[in-house]
């Protein structure tokens, strides 16, 4: 039993440092996430990026020291990478985060930046959405705006199951900036209430009748 908790363990760990170490390196391309797939003859890496082009190379150059890296430093035996585009990426924290912080490098307002993400998550259909921009984003003294739309659960089960959340910082002129984004995704809360007409509900609650009373003879006695 310790040896398959330790194994479990170890095997956590290890796809954590493996997250943050391509978060750190590829937020540009839009990295959202990986998957990692233990086979009998290799190890498959799944990565999942908002622009694949960025993170594979120019003729896979970066994918070749990729492997590398997951050899020497990692200890991953004949690691087999595959990198895939991500679905729905406007309902993905990682990438809409890494989107608005590209913005802030090429010079775009934070206002902006975060307004024209914002629409874009409720555009995807997301239930809610919150963007914090925090840094010395008009004056010396570090201060942050907050936007925010729709329902954001902060607790409970439905904060675990729906909310998406991701930070990321950027290295600006001014100093750096963080930027958080919070998305709740489409789905069934654990708080949902559904109002049902009183039509409805009167012919929920009104039992039907056996098949027994309905065959019975009504006016004879026995």
Same mark, same amino acid.
């Given at each position: ?30 990295? +959202?996430? @990986? ?5 009998? #003859?290799?190890?498959?890496?799944? &990565?999942?990026?908002? !622009?694949? /082009?960025? %993170? ?36 993905? +924290?990682? @990438? ?5 912080? #590209?913005?802030?490098?090429?010079? &775009?307002?934070?206002? !902006?930046? /975060?307004? %024209? ?45 729906? #909310? ?59």
């Amino acid at each position: 039993m310790v040896n398959i908790k330790r194994y479990f363990i170890e095997k956590g760990i290890l796809k954590t440092m493996i997250d943050e170490y391509l978060a750190a390196n590829f937020w540009r391309a839009g990295y +959202a996430g @990986v998957d990692i797939i233990k086979t009998p #003859v290799d190890t498959r890496i799944i &990565i999942y990026a908002d !622009r694949p /082009a960025l %993170i594979i190379g120019r003729r896979g150059e970066t994918v070749k020291k990729l492997q590398r890296v997951f050899e020497r430093f990692f200890k991953i035996k004949n690691p087999q990478i595959t990198v895939t585009a991500i679905e729905n990426p406007e309902l993905n +924290a990682r @990438v809409m985060a890494s989107r608005i912080a #590209v913005a802030l490098e090429r010079g &775009i307002h934070f206002r !902006r930046a /975060a307004y %024209i993400a914002l629409r874009r998550i409720m555009g995807a259909g997301a239930i809610g959405c919150e963007i914090v921009i925090s840094g010395k984003l008009r004056t010396e003294r570090a201060r942050y705006e907050k936007l925010t739309a729709g329902k954001i659960y902060k607790s409970g089960e439905q904060s675990l199951k729906l #909310v998406d959340r991701a930070v990321i910082h950027v290295l600006l002129k001014p100093g750096v900036y963080g930027v958080q984004v919070l998305i709740t995704r489409p789905g069934m809360p654990a708080d949902y209430v559904e109002i049902v007409p009183p039509e409805k509900l009167s012919e929920e609650v009104q039992p039907p009748q056996s098949e027994e009373i309905a065959k019975a003879p009504t006016g004879e006695s026995s």
